[in-house]
């Protein structure tokens, strides 16, 4: 059984939401229900509609950073943990029940 680790390292690093056919569809019908959206609306509710959408560009951005920052912290605890010779990371799992 691989540790941890080696699972991560194996991981795909290319986005595969390409390739799911509901992600796919799903954004392709967000897109035209905004292009609707945005032909129903007047010229001052398409700028309040912008501005509203790089607001929430912005705190999604903040939001990954966060995500990135945790995934970093925890994976470079576990390398640490790994170096320092405590076992693997299965053999903590087995032990928690994980």
């Known amino acids: 059984m691989e540790n941890i680790l080696e699972m991560l390292y194996n991981l795909p690093l290319k986005n595969t939401h ?3 056919p509901s992600f796919v569809r799903a954004t392709r019908i967000q897109c035209e229900q905004l292009e609707l959206l945005i032909a129903a609306m007047t ?3 398409q700028e309040l509609l912008d501005a509203y959408l790089d607001t929430r560009s ?7 950073f966060d995500r990135f920052r945790f995934a970093f912290h925890v994976g470079a605890q576990l390398t640490a943990e790994l170096i320092r010779g405590k076992g693997t990371v299965t053999e903590l799992l087995d032990r928690t029940g994980a």
């Open 58 to 64: 912005r705190v999604e951005d903040m939001l990954d």
């Open 43 to 45: 010229n001052e509710q």
């Open 18 to 20: 390409e390739q799911d």
